[in-house]
């Protein structure tokens, strides 16, 4: 039996992420599909309350529910740090290294993973999922990346003549991220009335290169849904944004409610895997606007949350990231560069809702199978 080592990336820093949970679990559904034993390996910083007994225990029932009983490994700095090796607070450095030794591969999400563990695999994968900007964050050297054996990404630009950041001579092997059909069933309901997606205000600022100098800019989705603000005054259709804002956005909270957007805070309905699961079941379909980034470096994307929304037969309407030359847009799924776009999107679902439920499915099953996904990577990887 193969065995895979998954490096997730934050899931018990940001434990009420029902949402980013998946990102890896759909992963790892599709290569156990595929007959694979897969392992979970995180690391956590020393410093912070991320290694707090109850937040671990937590996240563990997490993983226990969905199938990880002895196959999690979770490591920190040890005491002193400066290269003084690991401290593993869940499994003992033995079996940790045991399991690294066997492995047949590392499938790394955690771009930053440190020298001493990736050395410790035979083979390994990097996996991009933030195209354009993991690219963007070497060439600047903002992430350190090390080599692995091979690079994989789920931009379809990313690597060629259409993308507008480097390649940094790394060959990327295009993968479309997967979704796991029988976690996300489909759910038809056409007495569901609300668009909605699940959203961060804030985000960070980001780094592009003009004529040669770094230049900084906004690449909060704050930043995308305030330009699209007077959408639900172009259409009949109820929009909602279940996003994470704070007390200090109450000037942003209640512009968007005036232009007609419903707002809930994303902890209310997406604080566990199974949460945000039933939430986007229940929605008629995803509104998605995307960082600019996605915009600016046309990277060609598709969020792991809209293929959520599409498995469960929930059309997509997203913002235009760039070329793809697979997917069908304009039936199941939509794209939109202006609020009048979106508009004439919504409508045009609503005038043959079922049949775009139905589109929206098949397009999952055709392109996104979480199995397929893996079933590549294993071929490419292992080869």
């Not at 005491?79 to 590392?106: I, M």
């Not at 930053?112 to 695999?121: N, Q, R, S, T």
Request: aromatic fraction near 12%; charged fraction near 25%; glycine fraction near 8%.
């Amino acid at each position: 039996m193969t065995t895979v080592v998954i490096s997730a990336y934050r899931t018990v820093k940001f434990l009420e992420g029902g949402g980013h949970f998946w990102v890896y679990m759909q992963y790892v559904e599709g290569l156990r599909q595929a007959g694979c034993q897969v392992y979970w390996l995180e690391f956590v910083p020393r410093e912070g309350p991320w290694q707090e007994m109850s937040r671990i225990e937590s996240w563990l029932g997490r993983l226990k529910r969905y199938g990880f009983e002895d196959k999690v490994i979770l490591y920190t700095e040890a005491p002193g740090g400066q290269g003084t090796g690991y401290e593993y607070l869940v499994s003992s450095r033995s079996e940790a290294q045991e399991v690294f030794k066997r492995a047949d591969l590392l499938l790394n999400f955690h771009y930053a993973i440190d020298g001493e563990m990736l050395a410790g695999f035979r083979r390994t994968a990097l996996v991009d999922i933030d195209p354009g900007l993991l690219q963007t964050w070497m060439s600047t050297r903002q992430v350190p990346v090390l080599p692995h054996d091979l690079y994989l990404t789920t931009g379809e630009t990313v690597g060629t003549p259409a993308a507008p950041f480097p390649d940094l001579g790394v060959e990327w092997v295009h993968i479309r991220p997967p979704v796991c059909l029988q976690r996300w069933p489909y759910i038809f309901d056409a007495r569901s009335k609300e668009f909605t997606t699940v959203t961060n205000w804030w985000g960070g600022w980001e780094t592009e290169m003009l004529d040669g100098r770094e230049v900084l800019y906004d690449n909060t989705k704050r930043l995308s849904y305030l330009a699209f603000a007077e959408l639900p005054r172009l259409t009949s259709q109820p929009l909602e944004l279940a996003v994470h804002m704070s007390a200090e956005d109450a000037g942003d909270r209640q512009r968007m409610q005036s232009h007609g957007w419903r707002l809930r805070h994303a902890s209310e309905v997406s604080r566990t895997p199974e949460m945000y699961r039933s939430y986007i079941q229940r929605s008629r379909g995803e509104i998605s606007c995307v960082k600019p980034s996605c915009v600016k470096l046309r990277n060609g994307w598709i969020s792991d949350r809209s293929l959520c929304y599409l498995a469960s037969g929930k059309p997509v309407v997203m913002q235009d990231t760039g070329p793809n030359p697979y997917l069908p847009f304009g039936k199941g799924i939509f794209r939109f560069s202006t609020p009048y776009e979106a508009a004439e999107a919504l409508a045009t679902v609503n005038a043959d809702y079922e049949t775009h439920c139905l589109a929206a499915r098949e397009i999952a099953e055709t392109y996104f199978d979480a199995r397929q996904t893996a079933e590549r990577i294993l071929n490419i990887a292992l080869a």
